[in-house]
């Protein structure tokens, strides 16, 4: 069977309750499964979840020996500041699809810095819960 692993940043384990005027109301985990029916049976799909910049690095670099297809991952704000992601995903040799939840050109000027999309394979932005599924499906193609 075929996997990817999903990295979520900073903040992401409170959507649902977090800004829901620009997140929407769905949780992490609502987030997880409204996905994985999307996906069904094509591809694993491994969620990871910290609020730590230097964890988040730590799992990529673990992703570099592990059997992924592709990494999908949404740094959350350590996307508009944080060289050691953006470090980490050039380390590895598969596709690194960033996503974003919100359209993040349509917010607050530091948003439009998207540093780690500078390593990244592909960016997807603005499609609320339907961002990781289109990510993921670019990959299965
Ligand atoms: C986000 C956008 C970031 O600017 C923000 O800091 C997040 C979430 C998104 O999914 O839209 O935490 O990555």
Redesign the pocket.
């Known amino acids: 069977m075929k996997k990817m692993l999903i990295i979520n940043?900073?903040?992401?384990n409170m959507l649902g309750q977090r800004e829901p005027e620009?997140?929407g109301k769905d949780t992490l985990d609502d987030l997880k499964k409204f996905t994985e029916s999307k996906v069904q049976n094509q591809v694993l799909l491994e969620w990871y979840q910290s609020n730590l910049e230097g964890e988040i690095v730590s799992r990529i670099q673990k992703a570099h020996s592990e059997d992924y297809m592709a990494v999908i991952i949404?740094?959350?704000?350590y996307?508009?500041t944080s060289v050691a992601i953006h470090d980490a995903m050039k380390i590895l040799k598969i596709p690194v699809i960033e996503?974003?939840?919100?359209q993040?050109y349509k917010?607050e000027d530091f948003?439009h810095t998207l540093l780690t999309a500078k390593a990244a394979t592909a960016i997807m932005?603005g499609f609320g819960k339907q961002?990781y599924y289109i990510a993921i499906n670019s990959q299965l193609q």
């Open positions: 940043g900073p903040n992401l620009v997140y949404n740094p959350g704000g996307a508009h996503v974003h939840l919100s993040v917010r948003r932005s961002t």
